[in-house]
């Protein structure tokens, strides 16, 4: 099912005034992306993973940084939700969840759908379209007739990724008047059982946009895993979530030539997958047909993804701690403490202005084993030791059992305790 969208309008029409020349040209570089609003996702098909459960993934940037998880009593449905700490509830936003009917969503924006006018916001309503649609939907086909229904012009420019507990994953790209629709598990549109996408639409103009390095990395990593069976949320974590390879420039910087004593240990920041603007990083793994929406899992990652501990969540209202807002620290403790990582061992170079993009990877990764991202994953396979077991009673019985998730949240905040929490 494929809806075409309107042709795009002219980026700058002719001006009449100086002073309008100026305005346009001023709106055209608040347009243009930044380094705080470049994310890379995918939706992958049952038909590759695995268990064949589909998965929604999100590397998210955005200039709010400091994040946590919400419970949201929603008209409709409850869901959970990454979510601004901020401005939240003040703000109805979300920036990706799932509900208690097994609906997840996500978005990136895109930057070549819609040629944004003076004083208008690009994509201002795409947060305020999830946290309204995971109140609202159950399906992807409903999404679908949620996007048919706002009125016109939306203020949306983003992609969205969606799966339901019915097997349905798709991709929408979708503009102020319409949207374009990949379904994941049509081989004519996802071939290989994947659709990644970053900050540029299929549908848009070509060679226009954002996060096209990004997007060659995100589909050679999918690409090489779905023909192995192997797109799981642990590969994307450490695959896709802490990759630092760049496709263009055929850099790798795990191969130990950007270390000492070969290199500094420093490297510029350019299009990686994670980035000094990232606030977290999710996976929601789906359920299978005929089981229980409830089962829903959200693999979440806070803080910048390389500092950073993925832990599972589902959509009940009695979120973690480690995961919701604490409000002296003004996010949730494990983005607090990734951050606070990140921004004095990892991007710890603040000599004058335009510092951001030093990387220190020798602090994230070394030949001696201690670099954080090598001191970190022992204790996210932990995490994901003790959950898999549990995960898997529970489907086999057919039912969450509450009393017992409550007690794998405890049991995980000590394993992460002291070393990931403050």
């Known amino acids: 099912m494929k809806k075409q969208m309107k042709n795009p309008m002219k980026l700058l029409k002719q001006m009449n005034s100086f002073p309008s020349l100026l305005l346009a040209l001023c709106a055209l570089l608040c347009g243009l992306v930044t380094e705080a609003e470049a994310c890379t996702s995918a939706v992958v098909s049952g038909r590759v993973t695995p268990d064949g459960r589909p998965l929604l993934w999100k590397n998210r940037d955005t200039d709010f940084l400091r994040n946590h998880m919400a419970y949201v009593k929603g008209a409709r449905y409850d869901f959970v939700a990454n979510v601004n700490s901020a401005n939240f509830p003040q703000r109805k936003e979300a920036w990706m969840g799932a509900n208690t009917a097994g609906f ?54 983003a992609n969205f990724g ?34 990644a996408r970053t900050n540029f639409s299929f549908a848009g103009k070509v060679n226009e946009g954002a996060g096209y390095v990004r997007y060659m ?12 069976g192997g ?18 420039l055929g850099v790798d910087l795990r191969d130990g030539r950007h270390n000492r004593p070969q290199a500094s240990g420093w490297y510029v920041d350019q299009d990686f997958i994670p980035r000094n603007s990232t606030s977290c990083s999710i996976v929601v793994q789906g359920v299978k047909q005929g089981e229980k929406a ?21 959509v009940k209202d009695n979120l973690p701690a480690m995961v919701s807002l604490d409000k002296e620290l003004g996010a949730a403790p494990l983005s607090h403490c990734s951050l606070h990582l990140s921004d004095t061992e990892v991007f710890a170079y603040h000599q004058g202005m335009g510092t951001g993009k030093y990387l220190h990877w020798e602090a994230l990764w070394n030949s001696q084993g201690t670099g954080w991202m090598q001191r970190l994953r022992p204790i996210e396979e932990e995490v994901f030791r003790i959950t898999q077991p549990i995960l898997e009673r529970w489907r086999k019985q057919g039912a969450l059992d509450e009393k017992e998730m409550k007690q794998l949240y ?7 305790t002291p070393s990931c929490l403050p």
């Open 104 to 157: 997840a969503l996500m978005n990136t924006q895109s930057y070549n759908l819609v040629e944004v006018k003076p004083g208008e916001e690009r994509g201002e309503a795409n947060g305020r379209i999830i946290y309204r649609a995971l109140e609202l939907c159950a399906t992807v086909q409903d999404f679908c007739h949620f996007l048919d229904t706002l009125s016109k012009p939306s203020y949306i420019e």
């Open 162 to 195: 969606v799966i339901d507990a019915h097997g349905g994953a798709a991709m929408l790209e979708v503009d102020y008047h319409g949207y374009v629709m990949y379904d994941a598990n049509d081989p004519k549109d996802a071939p290989y059982g994947y659709i």
């Open 217 to 228: 990395e995100a589909d050679a990593v999918l690409m090489k895993a779905s023909a192995m």
């Open 231 to 248: 797109i799981t949320p642990q590969l994307i974590f450490n695959d896709l979530s802490r990759s630092f390879r760049n496709q263009l």
């Open 294 to 314: 409830e089962l829903t899992t959200l693999w979440t990652l806070l803080g910048y993804p390389p500092t950073g501990i993925a832990v599972p969540l589902w």
């Open 410 to 416: 405890k049991d995980i905040e000590e394993t992460l």
